[in-house]
């Protein structure tokens, strides 16, 4: 039966919210270097979904604290980990990474069937580690141990999309580069006494990956009555060059989600974010400790302020991880945002 032409309108206008609010939820995968390689260039995408024309500014705060050692689907101490040798030598032990990312997005709906959207990210991020000589409680002398904190602007992303396939405009594609405007040369502070001073950043921990990447995916919404509707993306990033010696591994994101619209002000909705990442490539790449899969039951709510305001709240709780080597892993991830239309 079909809906009827205002609820229909609301339909779309929540859907556009929701979607907006799934692609911050993407999961951040963790690594042996907390975030090496794949975690940056995921940003969670500022799609903003719609078929109605205008502006729309989206200001989202993500915070996301790696703490935990992982190694293919269970946890593993720190002791454990230093035990383990790899082709390339012993496992490095990392204790934190902590991030916050500030991202600020601007999506323009051109027509009904045609739009873009820019997201400019600011990330802050304190990362520990003790190196690869350590015995998982302490760090050991020569064992490349060191202490970092950076806040820069990470990678912009532009991604246009196209949705007039069919008169609901419920269907579309995105296609769009993550460019390389966040550094990938930021330095820390050793804390090996024998080698003090500044220390190069594992790749995986910069602002920017340094390469440009390709976006490509493919979204659908609809609703199952007038109270419930659902939504699927699903989207895949590819580098497409390598930047000093390193190439990030490729990214497969799945999302699907419900939401319950019988509320006035206040729409809650519940999702599924799934990630499937390949090893990092390239002599400064770890080609170890990168890529995995990860699955994340994502719980919200998006409330509407007014016509123009809402704000938005999830919580990122893990179902499944499977990492490649030793990597760090959040236990949880939290976002909160805010959206205007003009």
């Known amino acids: 039966m079909a809906l009827p032409a205002k609820k229909y309108r609301q339909l779309r206008l929540l859907s556009f919210t929701t979607l907006m609010s799934l692609a911050f939820m993407t999961p951040q995968l963790a690594q042996a270097c907390a975030s090496c390689g794949c975690t940056l260039s995921s940003d969670w995408e500022n799609l903003g979904l719609s078929s109605t024309t205008g502006i729309k500014l989206d200001v989202r705060y993500d915070y996301l604290n790696q703490n935990q050692l992982r190694s293919g689907t269970n946890s593993i101490s720190g002791a454990a980990a230093s035990q383990i040798v790899n082709p390339n030598g012993n496992q490095e032990v990392e204790k934190f990474t902590r991030n916050n990312y500030l991202t600020v997005g601007v999506d323009y709906t051109v027509n009904p069937s045609w739009g873009v959207n820019v997201q400019l990210p600011y990330i802050n991020r304190s990362h520990?580690?003790?190196?690869?000589?350590?015995?998982?409680?302490?760090?050991?002398?020569?064992?490349?141990?060191?202490?970092?904190?950076?806040?820069?602007?990470?990678?912009?992303?532009?991604?246009?999309?196209?949705?007039?396939?069919?008169?609901?405009?419920?269907?579309?594609?995105?296609?769009?580069?993550?460019?390389?405007?966040?550094?990938?040369?930021?330095?820390?502070?050793?804390?090996?006494?024998?080698?003090?001073?500044?220390?190069?950043?594992?790749?995986?921990?910069?602002?920017?990956?340094?390469?440009?990447?390709?976006?490509?995916?493919?979204?659908?919404?609809?609703?199952?009555?007038?109270?419930?509707?659902?939504?699927?993306?699903?989207?895949?990033?590819?580098?497409?060059?390598?930047?000093?010696?390193?190439?990030?591994?490729?990214?497969?994101?799945?999302?699907?989600?419900?939401?319950?619209?019988?509320?006035?002000?206040?729409?809650?909705?519940?999702?599924?974010?799934?990630?499937?990442?390949?090893?990092?490539i390239g002599a400064q790449a770890d080609t170890i400790s990168t890529g995995g899969t990860l699955a994340y039951l994502s719980p919200?709510?998006?409330?509407?302020?007014?016509?123009?305001?809402?704000?938005?709240?999830?919580?990122?709780?893990?179902?499944?991880?499977?990492?490649?080597?030793?990597?760090?892993?959040p236990r949880w991830t939290a976002s909160i945002g805010a959206n205007y239309a003009f």
């Open 128 to 280: 520990s580690t003790l190196g690869t000589l350590s015995d998982g409680i302490a760090p050991g002398e020569g064992g490349g141990q060191y202490n970092s904190g950076t806040s820069n602007i990470g990678d912009i992303k532009v991604i246009g999309r196209y949705q007039g396939f069919s008169p609901q405009h419920n269907f579309g594609v995105l296609f769009g580069l993550k460019l390389p405007t966040g550094s990938h040369t930021e330095t820390g502070r050793s804390t090996d006494s024998g080698n003090p001073g500044a220390v190069a950043i594992d790749r995986g921990l910069q602002p920017g990956t340094g390469t440009t990447d390709a976006i490509l995916g493919a979204y659908y919404l609809d609703a199952f009555n007038q109270d419930w509707g659902y939504f699927s993306q699903a989207f895949v990033q590819k580098a497409l060059d390598y930047r000093d010696q390193y190439k990030p591994g490729d990214a497969l994101n799945l999302n699907l989600g419900v939401r319950y619209m019988g509320f006035d002000a206040i729409t809650p909705q519940l999702q599924m974010n799934v990630r499937f990442v390949k090893h990092d």
């Open 300 to 329: 919200g709510a998006t409330v509407r302020v007014s016509k123009e305001l809402k704000f938005y709240g999830f919580v990122q709780l893990p179902i499944y991880q499977e990492v490649n080597g030793v990597q760090l892993s």
